[in-house]
């Protein structure tokens, strides 16, 4: 069971817009930023999104991301066939003094 | 860029201990706390722990009884032991840059290491 809740699968066609949710606590996302990785099959988890809302250099601006309360989510708009991975966020958490993570979400490109 | 390199024991069987260790290269090693991350096969992400340079350490609640995490500075390195393994040890090990020394509550992990798999079987 993890700590943050995400839904483990998400679908969307070419070009259309996903989102996907991040549900946390008052001790993990109500006050700490929220950071967004990418993984492919077989390879290390990759930063997409940090404190937040920031994109690293070299992550398409298709990504974004965003926080309110104790939630988060990552929007995917012009979706690509190249985007077929697993999401997962993560947050620092006072309570458990360490770094959380959702479960995943499994995203297919239709 | 940091790069970081690891390597370590792939296969335990239960009981024995888990050894694996973390090499950066190319950056600040002071700069930042440095965490080992595991993936149990088909699995989610679990944070284990992290150290930085000072040699201060903090780890998940789950696994604080099992786990020692130890740092070299003079070599860049950082390394992971947990005792006792059983099955539910079994996974692909991570290591990663992670929170900023300043803040471990912030940052993000960046860059991670190529991963090890380590299975436990007797």
């Known amino acids: 069971q993890s700590v943050l809740t995400q839904p483990p699968s998400a679908s969307g066609t070419p070009g259309q817009r996903v989102t996907i949710s991040c549900s946390g606590s008052?001790?993990?996302?109500?006050?700490?930023?929220v950071n967004w990785y990418q993984q492919f099959p077989g390879t290390a988890p990759k930063v997409l999104m940090h404190?937040?809302?920031r994109r690293p250099s070299g992550v398409p601006d298709r990504f974004s991301a965003s926080k309110s309360g104790t939630s988060a989510s990552l929007a995917i708009s012009g979706l690509q066939s190249e985007d077929e991975a697993i999401y997962y966020c993560s947050a620092w958490d006072d309570s458990l003094n360490g770094w959380v993570f959702g479960g995943g979400t499994k995203l297919a490109v239709l | 860029q940091v790069l970081l390199q690891q390597w370590g024991a792939g296969l335990l069987k239960p009981s024995e201990t888990l050894s694996l260790t973390c090499a950066a290269s190319?950056?600040?090693?002071?700069?930042?706390?440095w965490s080992w991350i595991r993936q149990p096969p088909g699995k989610g992400l679990e944070w284990i722990g992290e150290i930085n340079h000072r040699g201060i350490t903090n780890y998940n609640p789950s696994l604080k009884s099992r786990v020692t995490i130890s740092i070299d500075t003079s070599n860049n390195q950082f390394s992971l032991n947990v005792k006792s393994v059983t099955a539910a040890d079994t996974a692909v090990y991570y290591c990663a840059s992670g929170g900023h020394i300043v803040d471990p509550t912030t940052g993000w992990f960046d860059p991670w290491g190529q991963g090890t798999l380590v299975t436990v079987s007797s």
């Open positions: 190319g950056g600040s090693f002071s700069g930042y706390y």
């Open positions: 008052s001790s993990n996302i109500g006050r700490k930023t």
């Open positions: 404190s937040n809302d």
